[in-house]
Structure formats: C-alpha cells, structure tokens
C-alpha cells in the first residue's frame, strides 16, 4: 500500500523559496506518477505540477510555469516541489498524490 508524508511547508515571505517533500513508501516511485497539488481557503483543490512514472517527464499548470519546479529522487523515494518567487496568493495546503492515494497535507504562508 502507497502511503505518502508530505513536508517542508512553512511561513514565508513574498518572493522567497520553499522546498517541499513527498516521501513515498510502499511502491517504488519510478513506477508511479506523482503530482502536487493545492487548496487554498475557501477554495477548490487544483492541480500544481506532475512527473510521470517510466519518463520522468514533468506537467505544470499554467500559472506556476518558471516559479515551481517538481523533481525525484528515486535513490530516496522522494519527490519535490521546488518553488520560488512566492506570491501570497500561493498560500494554500500542498499536497502529494499518487494515482489515487493522498497524502496528508503541508501547510505553505506567503506574507506580504
């Protein structure tokens, strides 16, 4: 069974960085396609970013193109979600997901 632990969220100042992780256990993650996504309050959950399994190829949504970078570490069975240039408008609950399985969720604040 895929289980998924999600980390790195935090408070942070418009234009800073955050680097977000997704350990994965349960199933090899070059098997799996990953995605990030988020939930900000009041809001629908939306898509973020994805890499796929045998490629590793990556999709973004339209608005995090050149700010958000997704990545894996197959060695460490983790994937990432770099991002930068925040925006307050990022806060939101990100979270990983594979295939069907979620995890539970980190917390992103970008102040002004």
């Known amino acids: 069974q895929v289980q998924l632990v999600e980390s790195g969220g935090g408070l942070v100042q418009a234009g800073g960085s955050l680097r977000l992780s997704c350990v994965v256990s349960?199933?090899?993650?070059?098997?799996?396609?990953m995605a990030w996504f988020r939930q900000a309050p009041g809001k629908e959950r939306e898509f973020v970013a994805a890499?796929?399994?045998?490629?590793?190829?990556?999709s973004y949504a339209d608005s995090m193109k050149g700010r958000f970078t997704i990545s894996r570490d197959i060695t460490k069975s983790t994937v990432y979600l770099q991002m930068m240039s925040l925006k307050p408008q990022d806060t939101a609950v990100y979270y990983c997901?594979?295939?069907?399985?979620w995890g539970q969720g980190t917390q992103v604040t970008v102040s002004s």
């Open positions: 349960g199933r090899t993650i070059s098997t799996l396609n």
């Open positions: 997901k594979a295939h069907s399985v």
């Open positions: 890499i796929f399994s045998s490629t590793g190829s990556t």
